[in-house]
């Protein structure tokens, strides 16, 4: 990617066409000729014609930048660690795998995150290791613990972040048996369950209405009434 650019005017004998004539020789280029200097990102210096695009060579360098680069000093820049987490895709006929575990050093947050590789920054600091996946449960804990051992010198408090039997095959194993689909339903249970709920269902609906209260139809309390004929 170019950076920045100007423009400027070639002198005789200043540059050279960087592809050779058809016998292998050198060829000058005019004088007076309009060509471009592009500043890269990568820190490099190129020279082409304006008009053709063609690639061209400065004879006596003397840009500071160019000499730097050609002097083998001059170093890319930062390429920064892409954050990644790994699948069971990714896990898939492996036994082992190779990790990669990076955290900033003028952060003050010192995450320490996942990636996919180890870059040329040099504001990260990087721990990289082998992790089991598979086989034995116990046995995979005891080579990731010893793993981890290791990555501390690297990176402190990495141990604290990562569980041993992360990614083991069992805990995919574990949680697939889990899915509706996987559920095993002995002969006959459906129907029994089935049964069961119609059993509820028609018992819920024969229960008896509760007994509405009814009013009283004799004399109020105190009165007494009189025998047949209502003699005295």
Do not use: C
């Not at 490099?44 to 008009?51: A, D, H, M």
């Amino acid at each position: 990617m170019i950076e920045r650019s100007k423009v400027g005017i070639t002198s005789s004998g200043q540059f050279v066409y960087a592809v050779k004539d058809a016998d292998d020789n050198v060829v000058y280029v005019r004088k007076e000729q309009k060509y471009i200097k592009e500043y890269r990102d990568t820190k490099t210096v190129i020279y082409r014609l304006l008009r053709t695009k063609e690639r061209i060579i400065k004879l006596e360098e003397n840009d500071l930048v160019a000499v730097y680069k050609r002097a083998g000093n001059a170093r890319k820049r930062d390429e920064y660690p892409v954050k990644t987490f790994p699948t069971s895709g990714d896990l898939a006929g492996k036994k082992f795998i190779t990790r990669v575990f990076a955290q900033n050093k003028i952060s003050d947050a010192k995450e320490i995150f996942e990636v996919v590789a180890k870059t040329n920054a040099t504001s990260f600091k990087f721990a990289e290791f082998q992790w089991q996946v598979k086989g034995s449960l116990e046995q995979a804990k005891i080579f990731n613990s010893q793993q981890l051992i290791k990555a501390e010198k690297s990176i402190q408090g990495i141990t604290a972040i990562l569980p041993l039997d992360q990614l083991h095959i069992s805990k995919f194993l574990a949680l697939a048996s889990k899915r509706p689909e996987y559920q095993t339903v002995l002969p006959g249970q459906q129907q029994q369950e089935q049964q069961q709920e119609q059993q509820q269902e028609a018992q819920q609906n024969t229960q008896p209405t509760p007994a509405q209260p009814q009013s009283p139809t004799g004399p109020p309390p105190g009165v007494v009434t009189g025998g047949a004929g209502g003699g005295y």
